[in-house]
Each structure stands twice: as C-alpha cells, then as structure tokens.
C-alpha cells in the first residue's frame, strides 16, 4: 500500500469532474499519492503537485480516473489502485486498515483504534484518519462518531453523507 517517497521528484496531476466537486489527482511513477478536494485545508495532504497536465502519460492517474468514475455510477465498489503514500507508521496502519471497512458499511473510531490494537488511541486514529491523502479510495468516509454522527472529513460532512448515501444505493445530490 505504501512506499517509500523519498526519492521521488516528480509528481503527475489530473483534475477530474466527479460529483463531490472538482478532484485533484496526484500520483508518482509507484502509484497514486493524493485525491484533493476542491477546497483543501492546507498541510493536510504534504504534495505539492506539479501543474495538471491532462495529456501526460501516468498509469497510476489513468487507472484512478477510470476507477473513481466507476465508483461515481456505482459499478465499482472497491480500488485496485497502487497507492504510493508518505505518512508515519502509526497512519499508514490506520490507513491500511481503513480499507477493510466494506462499501456500504461503517465504523466508528474507537472501534478502528481497537481493531488496529490501540484501543485507547481512538483520538489518534482520528486524526489519522484526517491525514488521509487518498480520500474515497482508502475510504475515511465510512468513519463515524461513537454516537452514529457523521464527523470531520476534509471534503466536508455534505460529502460525507454523499459518499455513505451513494454506496448505500440512495445518493442524494446536494452538495
């Protein structure tokens, strides 16, 4: 899932309509770095993309386009994406483990630090949570408070709700 980026240089980026608004694709020749979204918070995702070039040739942009539309019309429910991403050891677990929730279903914080043996680190794994570079496709969306309530997501809870009503069969348009 991961990889070491250090000696990285160039990073590829595709822009692409979904949606949820205008998404920036971000990827190295190892695999997608980063799904940004319209507005980001800055420091969250740490890439600095090059320029959108829309005629480069990146396998990791092509597959990532061709797979998120998938999940936008709602023939895909799971990313064969290889992910290049830069992060600690403790997020990347949380990310990694992120990806086992299935489509359609959620979890709550708490009970993904416990599933990841931190039992205890549930405002952590929240933040981590919040570090995720690869939104939708390592999905912190299907994250949840302890009460049910949709919670911080850096596409914002209107894209949140989108993102659990589309894979529950039901997306409303409203963002």
Not at 73 to 89: A, C, K, M, P, V
Request: proline letters at 5%; a negative charge; glycine letters at 8%.
């Amino acid at each position: 899932m991961t990889r070491d980026r250090s000696n990285i240089d160039k990073l590829d980026s595709r822009r692409l309509a979904s949606p949820v608004g205008e998404l920036t694709l971000v990827a190295s020749s190892q695999g997608l770095c980063a799904v940004l979204w319209p507005v980001e918070r800055e420091g969250r995702v740490p890439i600095t993309p090059c320029p959108t070039d829309e005629r480069r040739g990146n396998v990791h942009l092509d597959a990532a386009e061709e797979q998120l539309d998938q999940y936008f019309s709602q023939t895909r429910s799971t990313f064969e994406i290889e992910l290049d991403l830069s992060g600690t050891e403790f997020q990347k677990m949380v990310w990694e483990e992120l990806v086992s929730i299935d489509h359609g279903l959620t979890t709550t914080y708490t009970s993904l630090a416990s599933r990841i043996g931190k039992p205890t680190a549930a405002r952590a794994v929240g933040a981590a949570v919040g570090r995720n570079p690869v939104s939708i496709i390592v999905p912190c969306h299907r994250v949840v408070g302890a009460s049910g309530a949709l919670t911080g997501f850096a596409g914002g809870l209107a894209t949140k709700r989108f993102l659990l009503d589309l894979e529950a069969g039901t997306p409303q348009l409203t963002i």
